[in-house]
């Protein structure tokens, strides 16, 4: 079996990145969808620099996500800057829609109050390690408990930690919005209004 790496480089040099067959208008566009297509399959931000990969070189990734996102006004979906890179996601006016199909409140009843507190506590201090939760909570955080989140797509993986042995770090997801009918992280709660309620009281934070 040939390492990650090797099998990532062939399929970059596979990739006709410059097309240099198609005229300008075309080859912007294929950009366009490509980048497209690479946010739809990640279930995590994308880097700037791993979208460059797919359009030219010395093309501008910033450009061509600027004119996807203009290209998708008018639609469900979304182009955004996250911690950790680019995601397409759903827009906030669809929530409703979207929680009465994926039963999202339904999943949310599985996760006990302390699950609840992590998720709050990633919610305000992202991207966070695990490392940075146990000095949250004065304890470690399983991994069965990260485990949980994740699977219920609340929480995704950031972008590597610049600590010793780059631990990688956590974010909340499109879901996360979507579970707690929020438009963006700005429209969290008042810290005042989560320690009137117990839940950073628990956390520490």
């Known amino acids: 079996m040939r390492p990650r790496k090797a099998t990532e480089d062939n399929a970059e ?5 410059e097309l240099d067959d198609l005229p300008p208008d075309l080859r912007w566009r294929e950009w366009m969808r490509r980048v497209e297509a690479v946010l739809f399959a990640s279930a995590s931000p ?8 797919v359009v030219g070189q010395g093309v501008s990734v910033d450009l061509v996500l600027q004119d996807l996102a203009a290209d998708l006004e008018g639609r469900a979906f979304e182009v955004a800057h996250v911690p950790g890179g680019w995601v397409l996601r759903t827009r906030a006016a669809y929530g409703a829609a979207v929680r009465a199909a994926a039963d999202v409140g339904g999943q949310m009843l599985d ?3 302390f699950d609840v507190a992590v998720l709050a506590a990633i919610a305000y201090h992202q991207p966070v390690t695990r490392d940075g939760l ?37 974010v909340t997801t499109e879901q996360f919005l979507v579970a ?14 989560l320690e009137d309620a117990g839940v950073l009281s628990a956390t520490g934070a």
């Open 134 to 170: 146990a000095e949250i909570f004065g304890k470690d955080i399983s991994r069965d408990l990260i485990g949980r989140l994740h699977a219920r797509g609340l929480i995704g993986t950031g972008p590597r930690s610049p600590q010793r042995g780059a631990p990688y770090t956590y």
């Open 46 to 53: 994308v880097p700037r620099e791993d979208l460059a990969r």
């Open 13 to 17: 040099h596979d990739l006709d990145r």
């Open 180 to 193: 707690f009918d929020l438009e963006s992280l700005n429209d969290l709660p008042d810290r005042e209004q």
């Open 111 to 113: 996760l006990g109050e």
